[in-house]
């Protein structure tokens, strides 16, 4: 169908999009509403961890949508069960409660720091979040998040959320009072740039927390789920956080997050927490196909093998364009440019023919990749290739 026969001002406008309908998808492909195809680098926001129309979440999704989609959250079903006890037992963690998207799974980490505070802290509630950090849009995460501007978007906002530097102990450490809670951070900023937070800074946030009786939270929306080349983002740090969210990569492209705390820390009483689609069979059916795919013996040494692929032709870029290099973890990885053209490069990577290229930057300066984590060796060949073209056109 031609583009300009859809009627797109049926839509709220919220974000400027290219004229295109995508229609399908398979693998690491996109394809258009005019045929054509598009090489995935972002699919999905780093959702689809198993690229598009993955076999395993089909299957999840015909039998259990064929066996029961929604007994209500009012009564427990097998798929959710399933899912909690593969988290757990991959994890620190003790306890599990299922959310729509990660930003209502974070709402759940704060009203649970916050409880906490109320139990055992004498009313402590301010948590501490980083500049540039991203936690939601919900109000409360977008107060909780650093983005410049969001604190006074929609005010009044919600109170209690101090900023302080990523890898800036010292930071920290100064906006620790008597009403401070916790702590909370992405153990890789995504949104802010792929910006990781050094092993040095959570471990010190780790005994500044043990020090202060706060509670230590890592948001893995984005970095969990395999996407840094381990299950979970903080394993490599060698730390034990008290809370975790995840959301994205853990559904593989349908609504599915969680919010994750140790069995001391999960403290909501009846009543304080839970929502209508929570922990439903059918998304959560999907999960555990996701998840064994992740989990199976080999999967996380190919996403690291992928990473370090993409690291290193992403570095003979930067050396070849006299770029400043890349940083990332895993398949969540960025190529810091030496000026502004990361817009004009996506543009070009979309409008490229006869086939496109999905790429994203986060800042005018930085491309970042987000590709599914069973990308293959050819499509990272072929996203570096390609994206050379592309800057070797442009700086002509
Ligand atoms: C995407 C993201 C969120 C928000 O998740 P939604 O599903 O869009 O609500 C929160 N935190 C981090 C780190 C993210 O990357």
Same mark, same amino acid.
């Given at each position: 169908?031609?583009?300009?026969?859809?009627?797109?001002?049926?839509?709220?406008?919220?974000?400027?999009?290219?004229?295109?309908?995508?229609?399908?998808?398979?693998?690491?492909?996109?394809?258009?509403?005019?045929?054509?195809?598009?090489?995935?680098?972002?699919?999905?926001?780093?959702?689809?961890?198993?690229?598009?129309?993955?076999?395993?979440?089909?299957?999840?999704?015909?039998?259990?949508?064929?066996?029961?989609?929604?007994?209500? $959250?009012?009564?427990?079903?097998?798929?959710?069960?399933?899912?909690?006890?593969?988290?757990?037992?991959?994890?620190?963690?003790?306890?599990?409660?299922?959310?729509?998207?990660?930003?209502?799974?974070?709402?759940?980490?704060?009203?649970?720091?916050?409880?906490?505070?109320?139990?055992?802290?004498?009313?402590?509630?301010?948590?501490?979040?980083?500049?540039?950090?991203?936690?939601?849009?919900?109000?409360?995460?977008?107060?909780?998040?650093?983005?410049?501007?969001?604190?006074?978007?929609?005010? $009044?906002?919600?109170?209690?959320?101090?900023? +302080?530097?990523?890898?800036?102990?010292?930071?920290?450490?100064?906006?620790?009072?008597?009403?401070?809670?916790?702590?909370?951070?992405?153990?890789?900023?995504?949104?802010?740039?792929?910006? $990781?937070?050094?092993?040095?800074?959570?471990?010190?946030?780790?005994?500044?927390?043990?020090?202060?009786?706060?509670?230590?939270?890592?948001?893995?929306?984005?970095?969990?789920?395999?996407?840094?080349?381990?299950?979970?983002?903080?394993?490599?740090?060698?730390?034990?956080?008290?809370?975790?969210?995840?959301?994205?990569?853990?559904?593989?492209?349908?609504?599915?997050?969680?919010?994750?705390?140790?069995?001391?820390?999960?403290?909501?009483?009846?009543?304080?927490?839970?929502?209508?689609?929570?922990?439903?069979?059918?998304?959560?059916?999907?999960?555990?196909?996701?998840?064994?795919?992740?989990?199976?013996?080999?999967?996380?040494?190919?996403?690291?093998?992928?990473?370090?692929?993409?690291?290193?032709?992403?570095?003979?870029?930067?050396?070849?364009?006299?770029?400043?290099?890349?940083?990332?973890?895993?398949?969540?990885?960025?190529?810091?440019?030496?000026?502004?053209?990361?817009?004009?490069?996506?543009?070009?990577?979309?409008?490229?023919?006869?086939?496109?290229?999905?790429?994203?930057?986060?800042? +005018?300066?930085?491309?970042?990749?987000? $590709?599914?984590?069973?990308?293959?060796?050819?499509?990272?060949?072929?996203?570096?290739?390609?994206?050379?073209?592309?800057?070797?056109?442009?700086?002509?």
């Amino acid at each position: 169908m031609e583009f300009s026969q859809y009627n797109v001002n049926t839509l709220m406008e919220i974000t400027s999009r290219p004229d295109l309908v995508f229609v399908r998808g398979q693998g690491s492909w996109l394809e258009d509403n005019a045929g054509k195809r598009y090489l995935d680098f972002i699919q999905g926001w780093a959702v689809n961890c198993l690229g598009h129309g993955a076999p395993e979440m089909l299957r999840a999704l015909n039998e259990q949508g064929a066996k029961l989609i929604n007994p209500s $959250p009012a009564y427990f079903n097998e798929p959710s069960l399933n899912l909690a006890q593969r988290l757990t037992q991959a994890s620190v963690f003790d306890r599990v409660f299922f959310a729509n998207s990660g930003a209502e799974a974070n709402e759940g980490a704060i009203k649970l720091a916050r409880k906490w505070g109320k139990v055992n802290r004498n009313g402590a509630y301010k948590i501490i979040t980083m500049d540039h950090s991203f936690h939601g849009r919900t109000l409360a995460t977008m107060s909780a998040s650093g983005k410049p501007g969001w604190g006074t978007m929609f005010a $009044p906002q919600v109170d209690g959320f101090p900023k +302080a530097n990523l890898n800036d102990l010292d930071s920290v450490h100064k906006l620790i009072d008597a009403q401070t809670v916790a702590i909370m951070l992405e153990p890789v900023q995504g949104e802010g740039g792929v910006i $990781p937070a050094t092993a040095e800074f959570m471990q010190g946030l780790r005994k500044l927390a043990d020090e202060h009786g706060l509670l230590l939270i890592v948001d893995e929306v984005q970095t969990g789920m395999g996407r840094c080349g381990t299950m979970f983002a903080y394993q490599q740090f060698g730390i034990t956080p008290d809370i975790m969210t995840l959301g994205k990569g853990i559904g593989g492209g349908v609504p599915l997050a969680a919010l994750l705390a140790r069995q001391d820390v999960s403290v909501f009483s009846h009543g304080e927490q839970g929502g209508t689609y929570n922990g439903n069979p059918l998304m959560t059916a999907v999960g555990v196909a996701v998840f064994d795919v992740l989990n199976a013996p080999g999967f996380m040494e190919t996403v690291q093998a992928r990473g370090r692929q993409l690291s290193e032709g992403l570095l003979k870029l930067s050396a070849k364009w006299g770029m400043h290099g890349e940083r990332g973890a895993g398949l969540l990885r960025a190529l810091v440019m030496d000026r502004d053209d990361g817009p004009a490069i996506v543009d070009a990577a979309r409008k490229l023919e006869p086939q496109g290229m999905l790429l994203n930057a986060p800042r +005018a300066n930085l491309l970042r990749f987000m $590709p599914a984590l069973n990308v293959t060796e050819q499509e990272v060949d072929l996203m570096l290739d390609t994206l050379d073209g592309i800057i070797a056109r442009m700086r002509g």
